[in-house]
């Protein structure tokens, strides 16, 4: 028992289990390197191991000294010690995970533009670790090359084999090498006595890192002579290397010069790489605007880093900055982007929960940058994690009271629909683009509520899909602004593959007709393709009714192919419908167009900007800006709304007002916006009266009546002031002069009225309402009225009013659907019955003949007046004719 304990191996007691030798660096090592894991965490590692019983006494010192060294010198730059064991058999030493640089050559990228940077990267830090020693330590390495220079995982360069340190004051001769192999990287002082004399502290290590510096760019130095070959050494370093590998040892630079030469503007280690991991080393220091300017440039050079220096010494920096630094949200773009070089496990250990807590941030640019960059890390979320963690942060900036968060809130539910549940995708957001749709004040957030809402119906319910989709679309179809139209339509043909032929030929096509009259050419030029090809799909069916079946194979589908409605008719409106959202352009200072058709009010949320409304960019930078400094811009046109905006490469930003230059958005009466109590419900709000029918309100022709009253009482008193007014300037006309031009107009007048009167039908509620009115009015206040409405037959409250019949108008259909666009309740409504042509004439025949008789004797009454006026005496200067 006592025996066994005194002879087992001393080395099992060693943390860590030793693999295999790394393959060819023993022939320049007195140890051989071997890949290894701790015990306890499986930590990769690497274990130089130097056997003593094989080994002469001089080797056995030279390792001793090498640990000794080793375990006292720490540098960002040298071989990181861990661990060490000593027996009498063997002599291990633990050190972080590392490569041979003499093998790591093969692993370097073949791109000369990544490998020259990577190597600029590497020779200064090796220059680094030699001022350290030479100039800091007032020592000298004597040992380097490329079997003393090693590569850890982070692609960083560390100096090691510190087997010949010794101090710089001591004997300058350089020591004799073991194994001899080592004897190629001499100086050439080392044959040559009479040249110690000019020896510095560094001149030797300075021959090693001319050495090291060839070997960079040639490969493992064969033979002394190769030192000559500088075809591969760049331009910008090639004086350098000359002085390094100089015969006279005097002529070599200092390491500490050598780096404030290289680091000047052209300089060798002058470049992208360099100077972002020297930022990174000196974050602690920097301010916060030096950390958001460097952040927000780092995205554009990562193309040209090495992925094992992104991954494993960019990439935690970056986490580290933002979690433990004021780094801010500029942090986010670059951390996202490298995360994609991360495996999933460790991209679900390290860059998930920096993400849940992301959201969770309050800070309006953080949660502005994460939904613009979801699409970068979505596909490593979980559902359980979006559903649970992600979406409830997610769904606060649908109530955002900031426009742009609004915006992209909607935008980011294209990349988590895939990833939502039942409750969340089919009530909560459906619920939220519901109010969006309706009553949002910016026209671009409810344009891009429709894309979206065509972009995830393939990932909606069926049952849920088939009562949404429909009614949704025919609100965004009667939306004052033409890009939200506009995307109605195309939503209506992306998504033609979810609809019944039955409500294709009763719902849809119905109100896409309204659309063909559109003000807007961009509205009316995708309104007719969309009909022709539903059209066309209704006539296949009618020819051949077996396709019926086909055709509504999508309809009930849990997940239906949308790139199955792309090789369809409507292929042309997936790719405008899936491709890109809608982009507004800042155009306050062009010229809008002057309103037409029937004048509409500007719902109260219009009337004054939202204190959220921001100005219309195109710029990244000043959106972010705009979200700390809000403004009050909320100028827009129509006119720049096209359907080359769906085909932008940007998305852009959000628009900002409603659209002041179209037809559709003038005056009107129609208040305040109705609030919707179906929202609150737990369904989803889609499937209700809220969405309507194709039909006008019903309560539309009883608020026209009441306004036609008005107007006319007003028009009343308007003729009653022109009246007397005329009357005391025809006071001081002639009586023959006057009589003749008084009958003149009443002839002219009473003729067309009676003409017009008689071509007329009105309905028995408004004869009985406009005999009223007439049997009220004197007949001089009668032919003024007639007289306006002959000669302004658009004006309000006169011929129009009159007989209850707009005047035609090009965009009447169009306006008439969109009166009341923002209103929850758009149901079926019961219009008034017209009356057949020829009822009522006896009555109109005799209200004729009254009126003409009442007429005849004002103009009696009228005439007898002015002669009374006419025999009496001239007032003072007036002249008689």
Request: proline share 6%; with cysteine; aromatic share 6%.
């Amino acid at each position: 028992m006592m025996w066994s304990f005194f002879s087992r191996d001393s080395s099992k007691d060693f943390p860590y289990d030793i693999g295999e030798p790394v393959a060819g660096f023993d022939n320049y090592s007195i140890w051989t390197l071997h890949k290894a894991k701790r015990k306890t965490t499986l930590e990769e590692v690497s274990v130089f191991v130097y056997d003593i019983r094989s080994g002469s006494d001089t080797k056995c010192e030279l390792a001793k000294a090498s640990l000794k060294r080793l375990k006292t010198l720490r540098h960002p730059s040298i071989l990181q010690y861990l661990d060490s064991l000593e027996t009498d058999k063997m002599l291990y030493v633990a050190t972080e995970a590392v490569d041979p640089l003499g093998t790591y050559f093969t692993k370097l990228a073949t791109d000369n533009v990544q490998k020259g940077l990577y190597l600029a990267w590497g020779i200064f830090q090796i220059t680094r670790a030699l001022s350290f020693l030479n100039n800091d330590g007032n020592l000298r390495h004597n040992n380097v090359s490329a079997w003393s220079v090693f590569v850890n995982a982070s692609g960083e360069w560390k100096l090691g084999s510190l087997e010949y340190v010794a101090a710089a004051d001591g004997n300058p001769m350089p020591p004799v090498k073991i194994p001899v192999t080592l004897e190629v990287y001499d100086a050439p002082e080392k044959n040559d006595q009479s040249k110690l004399k000019a020896a510095t502290k560094c001149s030797v290590d300075m021959w090693g890192l001319g050495c090291l510096v060839w070997e960079a760019f040639n490969g493992v130095l064969k033979q002394r002579s190769n030192l000559k070959d500088i075809e591969h050494i760049p331009k910008s370093l090639q004086s350098l290397y000359c002085e390094l590998v100089g015969a006279s040892p005097s002529n070599r630079p200092n390491p500490a010069d050598i780096i404030t030469r290289c680091r000047k503007p052209g300089g060798f280690f002058k470049n992208d790489l360099v100077d972002t991991l020297l930022f990174l080393e000196e974050i602690q220091i920097k301010d916060k605007a030096e950390k958001n300017r460097f952040f927000s440039g780092l995205t554009t050079h990562l193309e040209n880093f090495p992925d094992n220096v992104c991954r494993h010494k960019i990439l935690p920096q970056l986490i580290t900055a933002y979690e433990y630094g004021d780094a801010g949200s500029a942090v986010l773009a670059p951390m996202f982007k490298l995360g994609k070089l991360l495996d999933e496990l460790e991209y679900q250990k390290r860059i998930v929960p920096c993400v849940v807590k992301l959201f969770a941030s309050t800070d309006r640019v953080t949660r502005s940058r994460l939904l613009q960059q979801l699409d970068l890390f979505i596909a490593h979320l979980q559902p359980p994690v979006v559903n649970d963690q992600i979406f409830p942060q997610v769904a606060h900036g649908f109530l955002d009271t900031n426009a742009t968060i609004r915006e992209q809130t909607v935008k980011s539910i294209i990349h988590l629909a895939p990833k939502l549940n039942y409750n969340n995708l089919n009530v909560e957001v459906l619920r939220h683009f519901a109010r969006l749709q309706a009553r949002d004040d910016q026209g671009g957030i409810r344009t891009n509520t429709t894309v979206c809402l065509g972009k995830i119906a393939p990932h909606l319910h069926p049952q849920v899909r088939q009562r949404v989709l429909v009614s949704a679309f025919i609100r965004a179809m009667r939306d004052p602004f033409p890009p939200a139209r506009v995307a109605g339509v195309l939503a209506l043909a992306a998504t033609q593959q979810y609809f019944l032929l039955s409500e294709v030929a009763n719902r849809v096509l119905p109100s896409l007709c309204s659309l063909t009259v559109d003000p807007e050419k961009t509205v009316r030029e995708p309104a007719f393709k969309t009909i022709r090809g539903f059209l066309g799909k209704l006539e296949k069916v009618s020819e051949d009714p077996s396709l019926r079946e086909t055709m509504e194979a999508d309809v009930h589908t849990a997940t239906p192919s949308i790139g199955n409605a792309a090789a369809t008719w409507a292929g042309w409106a997936v790719t405008a419908v899936t491709a890109k959202f809608y982009r507004s352009q800042s155009d306050s200072s062009r010229p809008r167009p002057p309103l037409t058709g029937r004048n509409l009010s500007k719902p109260a949320s219009l009337e004054q900007p939202s204190s959220s409304s921001l100005s219309t960019t195109t710029s990244s930078v000043t959106s972010m800006t705009s979200l700390e400094h809000e403004s009050n811009d909320t100028s827009a046109s129509a006119s720049d709304y096209g359907n080359n905006d769906w085909d932008n490469e940007n998305w852009g930003e959000m628009d900002t007002s409603q659209d002041p230059s179209s037809p559709l958005v003038a005056t009107s009466n129609n208040g305040q916006l109705v609030a919707t109590n179906a929202i609150s419900e737990a369904r989803d709000g889609w499937d209700n009266e809220e969405w309507g029918s194709l039909e006008e309100d019903p309560c539309e022709e009883e608020e026209q009546a009441e306004q036609e009253q008005q107007q006319q009482q007003l028009a009343r008193q308007s003729i009653s002031s022109t009246t007397s007014s005329s009357q005391q300037q025809q006071h001081q006309r002639p009586h023959q002069h006057q009589q003749q031009l008084q009958q003149h107009e009443l002839n002219d007048l009473i003729e067309p009225l009676a003409k017009l009167n008689s071509h007329i039908t009105l309905s028995p509620s408004r004869q009985q309402q406009q005999q009223q009115q007439q049997s009220t009015l004197r007949p001089k206040e009668l032919a003024n009225l007639s007289s306006s409405a002959t000669t302004s037959p658009t004006t309000p409250g006169a011929l129009t009013n009159c007989n209850n019949i707009s005047p035609p108008s090009s965009h009447m259909n169009n306006t008439t659907h969109n009166a009341n666009w923002n209103s929850d309740s758009w149901a079926d409504g019961e219009f008034e019955p017209i009356d057949e042509p020829g009822l009522g004439n006896s009555k109109i025949d005799e209200a004729r003949r009254k009126r003409e008789e009442k007429k005849l004797q004002r103009q009696r009454e009228l005439e007898a007046r002015r002669a009374q006026r006419a025999t009496g005496p001239l007032k003072l200067g007036t002249k008689k004719l």
